[in-house]
């Protein structure tokens, strides 16, 4: 069976939690990637090197003269492998394991490997096994334990559910020590939600040269390559330029680039606004987009000065990369020499998309004179406001900012734009457009939607984005202030004193409802009574707050919008879900990996475009929510199609099987296999049986217990035979029955675990006995029944607005002052009554 996804990210969180304890994941991240990437090159070359074996031998060479044949380089310098040396290799690091000093072993096998493969010089001497970690060095036997953790699986190409398995898995690894290492997480790490955003607004293609100037573990380049992948061009091929000033991190960037296939990518270690790596016969180098995510509020340089007195840091190529002008030297306000820098390397009509704080948009000193000097040259196109607590490592709301750099135009050099856009910034103010996590919010397809295609489409929503021009920009000392130009804070709970006195809704609130209450086609007169000319009242039958839910959910008007949303998507999915399991074997050996991945976002698209054609007619959901509907799902089940197109319906199956069993073995986890969408479907009947053994399993542990006389606790003597004899006779069941119901548990309880003991022979014979057709139609219907859930969300979100509409109204306004005073009357009367009945007024 393939190697799944989350069999992979299950394996490499387990070898962290070997190192866990004795250190953070700051510190621990770089040996688990250096453990990963080892074992990666090693199965690798030891498939390369049984083909070059088997090739010798079929030319006619003896088994030991083909192996002999096999230790010449020449063979691995095709690309995707590297030379390993013997002691390098895992096999040899699995023999001589049990020795001592076991960080030696290690340290020499990744030094092995970058000594004799030219493209991994630098990459992995970062990477020290015999480092101390405060007091001692890691344990030999932890990393013995590593050792034979990484040997459970073979990690070559042919192992995977889909291709870029690895990939795919290094950056959830990324992901989640970066969430481990909370503060220090923001240093290597940007949230792949904003990546995927950022990359969509300035749409990296084949021919571009793509560039990073703070590339962390390299995210954005891997995801500027997958987005060339999903428009039909090969993104292993993209030219990916980056520059990290962490050593460490550095390394980890380049592996990544590895294991997701790219070769050529060009990353630099070291500090980019002291030094610039990207440097041409003199020249700085320049790409057609860039797009980053640099340290908030770093140093600009120091103060230090030289022996004559004068600044002793000096930047390279400072007149080309700072014109607009410095902040001082050591001020932590280097965000927009960072930009600037970028600038400075960005292509004539080339874009810039960069993650800021806000504190760079209305900062003055040399600051305005920077953004004075950006705005002049029409260089801003977007200034877009996120949420809060997005990012790794600080809780302040961030910004992206959009930049495209000026042309020539004879001898005079203007704006880039679109000749629509120039003179113009647009603002979008997405700080509500979020999620709320546990620990961090995040952006789902919806927002990300909503925001691209704003800026896509330069639409000026109210509430949400606005056009402004540079004039306006420049009478407002070049002031960006998200909020001072697209105000999306709420407007003020209305509060009528009279409604407030004498009770009644005011019909103005009321109105100011009518697009929700329409959208989901609820007449709120079925509600509400005629009160006067402005007020409304509550209809007689809504005589307590508990019965507004029920009345507003079985409104007919509500339900037959909601029946219509139901349909539409039925008939859409009747019509364009059995595309999905076209894709089916789209991805070979032999095939096209970029051609597999244009038609799967040509399906995305068509989908897309029919989904939002058919619901947004209907008009209970927006656009953007209609969107993010087909979004949600695609992110949602974006492996599951990869390996639809690498091993069809039947793979995908089977590759949920394995992810099902792998969860059941893993005794840390909590997840039930029960739950699983296959499960549910393929072996309903299993699940019900276990149900319902685990409903009389529960009924007679029940009943026994009520049955049974116990003791209080610490009692003893008498008052444990009093305790004892009020519960005879308390329960009426006598000595057969109870014993009785133990011999059925014991039996019940012998069934549930036959039963569940059993679990992966039944799975396995329910997915190893659907036929291709079979496999095709069930998963249709989970993957419709994903959807549909995700529609259902989309509506219930929506009635519950209403729902809160009509309880707000109750709590403000169903309960007068007039009434809350009579009930004050009463009460202080009844005082009374009782006061003076003590005798005491």
């Known amino acids: 069976m393939p190697l799944t996804l989350p069999q992979l990210e299950r394996h490499l969180f387990k070898a962290a939690d070997i190192l866990r304890g004795k250190m953070d994941a700051s510190e621990f991240k770089e040996y688990i990637?250096?453990?990963?990437?080892?074992?990666?090159?090693?199965?690798?070359?030891?498939?390369?090197?049984?083909?070059?074996?088997?090739?010798?031998?079929?030319?006619?060479?003896?088994?030991?003269?083909?192996?002999?044949?096999?230790?010449?380089?020449?063979?691995?310098?095709?690309?995707?492998?590297?030379?390993?040396?013997?002691?390098?290799?895992?096999?040899?690091?699995?023999?001589?394991?049990?020795?001592?000093?076991?960080?030696?072993?290690?340290?020499?096998?990744?030094?092995?490997?970058?000594?004799?493969?030219?493209?991994?010089?630098?990459?992995?001497?970062?990477?020290?096994?015999?480092?101390?970690?405060?007091?001692?060095?890691?344990?030999?036997?932890?990393?013995?334990?590593?050792?034979?953790?990484?040997?459970?699986?073979?990690?070559?190409n042919e192992d995977f559910?889909?291709?870029?398995?690895?990939?795919?898995?290094?950056?959830?690894?990324?992901?989640?020590?970066?969430?481990?290492?909370?503060?220090?997480?923001?240093?290597?790490?940007?949230?792949?939600?904003?990546?995927?955003?950022?990359?969509?607004?300035?749409?990296?293609?084949?021919?571009?040269?793509?560039?990073?100037?703070?590339?962390?573990?390299?995210?954005?380049?891997?995801?500027?390559?997958?987005y060339i992948d999903e428009h039909g061009e090969d993104g292993r091929k993209a030219n990916l330029f980056g520059q990290e000033f962490n050593g460490t991190v550095w390394s980890i960037a380049k592996m990544n680039m590895l294991l997701h296939?790219?070769?050529?990518?060009?990353?630099?270690?070291?500090?980019?606004?002291?030094?610039?790596?990207?440097?041409?016969?003199?020249?700085?180098?320049?790409?057609?987009?860039?797009?980053?995510?640099?340290?908030?509020?770093v140093h600009w340089g120091n103060t230090e000065k030289d022996a004559d007195g004068n600044p002793a840091w000096k930047p390279r190529f400072e007149a080309e990369r700072f014109p607009y002008g410095q902040v001082p030297l050591g001020a932590k306000k280097a965000d927009l020499m960072f930009l600037q820098h970028m600038l400075a390397v960005t292509r004539d009509g080339g874009m810039v998309a960069t993650v800021m704080p806000h504190g760079v948009l209305f900062r003055g000193g040399e600051e305005k004179t920077i953004r004075a000097g950006i705005i002049e040259d029409d260089l801003l196109e977007a200034v877009i406001g996120v949420a809060p607590n997005l990012f790794y490592g600080t809780g302040i709301p961030a910004?992206?900012?959009?930049?495209?750099?000026?042309?020539?135009?004879?001898?005079?050099?203007?704006?880039?734009?679109?000749?629509?856009?120039?003179?113009?910034?647009?603002?979008?103010?997405?700080?509500?457009?979020?999620?709320?996590?546990?620990?961090?919010?995040?952006?789902?397809?919806?927002?990300i939607e909503k925001i691209v295609t704003t800026f896509d489409e330069f639409r000026a929503i109210d509430g949400f984005s606005a056009i402004v021009d540079n004039a306006t920009l420049k009478a407002n000392d070049y002031n960006l202030n998200i909020r001072r130009y697209a105000d999306n804070a709420p407007p003020p709970e209305p509060h009528d004193v009279r409604a407030h006195l004498v009770g009644g809704i005011p019909k103005a609130e009321v109105a100011d409802k009518a697009r929700l209450f329409s959208a989901h086609g609820l007449n709120p007169l079925d509600l509400l009574i005629e009160r006067d000319a402005k007020y409304y009242d509550f209809a007689p039958a809504l005589d307590t707050r508990q019965t507004l839910k029920p009345a507003i959910e079985t409104n007919a008007g509500l339900l037959a919008k909601e029946a219509a949303i139901r349909t539409a998507f039925e008939h859409w999915w009747a019509e364009h879900g059995v595309r999905i399991t076209a894709l089916s074997g789209q991805i070979t050996a032999d095939s096209d990996t970029a051609m597999a991945s244009a038609s799967l976002v040509a399906l995305r698209n068509d989908l897309l475009a029919s989904f939002s054609q058919s619901l947004e007619a209907i008009g209970m959901l927006d656009p953007f929510q209609v969107r993010g509907i087909v979004a949600g799902f695609w992110y949602q089940t974006k492996y599951d199609f990869l390996t639809l197109m690498a091993r069809g319906?039947?793979?995908?199956?089977?590759?949920?099987?394995?992810?099902?069993?792998?969860?059941?073995?893993?005794?840390?986890?909590?997840?039930?296999?029960?739950?699983?969408?296959?499960?549910?479907?393929?072996?309903s009947d299993f699940v019900e049986a276990i149900t319902e053994l685990e409903a009389k399993k529960a009924e007679l542990d029940s009943q026994i217990k009520a049955a049974s006389p116990k003791s209080a606790e610490g009692e003893d003597g008498e008052a444990a035979e009093a305790a004892e004899d009020e519960a005879d006779e308390e329960n009426a069941v006598d000595e057969a029955q109870l014993k009785a119901w133990k011999k059925e548990l014991s039996a019940v309880k012998k069934q549930l675990k036959a039963k569940n003991d059993s679990f992966k022979q039944h799975i396995a014979a329910a997915v190893d006995g659907l036929t291709p057709e079979a496999a095709a139609e069930l998963l249709l219907t989970i993957l419709h029944n994903d959807m549909q859930a995700i529609v259902e969300r989309y509506m219930a979100a929506q009635r519950k607005q209403i729902v809160a509409a009509f309880e707000n109204w109750w709590d403000k306004y169903r309960v007068t002052l007039t009434e809350i005073e009579g009930k004050r009357d009463e009460a202080a009367k009844a005082l009374q009554g009782f006061l003076k009945g003590l005798g005491y007024v």
Request: glycine letters at 8%; aromatic letters at 10%.
């Open 261 to 297: 296939g790219i070769s050529t990518a060009n990353l630099q270690n070291e500090d980019t606004l002291a030094d610039p790596q990207h440097v041409e016969g003199g020249e700085l180098m320049h790409f057609d987009r860039v797009l980053t995510n640099p340290p908030f509020s």
């Open 33 to 156: 990637f250096g453990m990963l990437f080892l074992k990666r090159c090693s199965d690798v070359f030891e498939q390369r090197r049984s083909e070059v074996i088997q090739l010798e031998i079929e030319a006619g060479k003896t088994p030991a003269k083909a192996q002999a044949t096999a230790e010449n380089k020449r063979w691995y310098k095709k690309d995707g492998y590297f030379w390993v040396p013997k002691e390098s290799r895992y096999s040899y690091i699995v023999d001589n394991s049990r020795q001592a000093n076991v960080g030696s072993l290690l340290s020499k096998a990744l030094a092995g490997i970058e000594g004799e493969n030219v493209s991994l010089y630098d990459v992995l001497e970062h990477i020290d096994f015999t480092r101390k970690i405060g007091q001692s060095k890691i344990p030999d036997i932890k990393l013995q334990q590593l050792i034979t953790h990484f040997s459970l699986h073979r990690l070559r």
């Open 161 to 226: 559910e889909f291709p870029d398995l690895l990939g795919a898995a290094y950056e959830y690894l990324i992901g989640e020590f970066a969430d481990s290492a909370g503060k220090k997480g923001g240093e290597f790490y940007t949230p792949r939600s904003v990546v995927r955003m950022m990359v969509r607004l300035i749409k990296p293609e084949l021919k571009h040269d793509i560039y990073d100037p703070c590339c962390g573990s390299g995210g954005m380049l891997i995801a500027a390559k997958e």
């Open 649 to 683: 319906a039947k793979g995908v199956a089977d590759a949920w099987r394995t992810s099902i069993v792998t969860a059941l073995e893993d005794k840390a986890s909590k997840e039930s296999p029960l739950e699983h969408k296959l499960v549910k479907f393929l072996m």
């Open 399 to 447: 910004c992206i900012l959009v930049l495209r750099q000026r042309v020539q135009h004879g001898a005079n050099r203007v704006s880039g734009k679109p000749a629509e856009r120039q003179g113009k910034v647009l603002f979008i103010n997405a700080d509500r457009e979020y999620f709320e996590g546990r620990a961090q919010n995040f952006l789902l397809p919806e927002h």
